[in-house]
């Protein structure tokens, strides 16, 4: 049976559409990813760095995701679900505020085709402008519709995060990143699921800046990796 905390986190996910973990990475393994990634970032105030499970730190960080409570919730509400895009989200000193969207549209389908998880690779608090989600617009209609139509005046909230914490969503969620105030670049490893258990992913073309990875993530004999064989590696 999951811990307490992993079936709370289901819940929430399924409720809320988003759910925060705390202390999922240790700090100086995120300040690892976080070394790898921005080493191999470009200029611009928002962007998606392609990680490689190749990376000893990346593969460490993978392996600890998939054995933390995140990883826990997922196998309860997917099952063994493979690995279906990673990589760094970077927001430059001086990043807008993103349009509110979401990553995948509601076809009516109460379990989601894919899950998401952020997890801070530093403190990521409101001068870093951290995510921000619109708490239960994952399996509502109607805030889909005033989304596509950019009339959603739904509250988004902030998701401040410590270092190594994470996010947890569902990426029907309607959210933005927020305004990076700070001269730090914001970091988060970012890790997308594959959900067996649910419909084919209806894709959202993505408005303004917003970056949206292809996906697909290879084992190196081939195939996918999935939460247990990251947790495998540990």
Known sequence: MLPTLCLALATRLATDGVGKV??????????????????????APRQEVPLSLKSDAVASAAAA????????????LCGDAPLFDLCVVVSAPGAPIQPLHSDLGFD??????????????????????????CVGSHVDADAH????????????????????????????????????????????LSMTFANPRGSAPVIVPAPGDVLVSEGGISADCGGVWTLRDLRNML
């Open 145 to 188: 519709t005033s989304l596509r139509e950019g009339a959603l005046s739904r509250e988004a909230v902030p998701f401040p995060l410590a270092v190594g914490a994470a996010v947890l969503f569902d990426p029907r969620i309607a959210h933005r990143g927020g305004p990076n105030s700070s001269n730090r670049r914001r970091a988060y």
């Open 65 to 76: 995701v998939a054995a933390s409570p995140v990883g826990r919730a997922l196998e309860d």
């Open 108 to 133: 009516g389908a109460e379990a989601a085709p894919l899950y998401t998880c952020f997890v801070a690779l530093q403190d990521a608090p409101a001068a870093l402008g951290p995510t921000e989600f």
């Open 22 to 43: 705390d202390g999922v990475l240790p700090a100086a393994l995120a300040a690892d990813v976080r070394a790898v990634a921005l080493a191999a970032a470009a200029s």
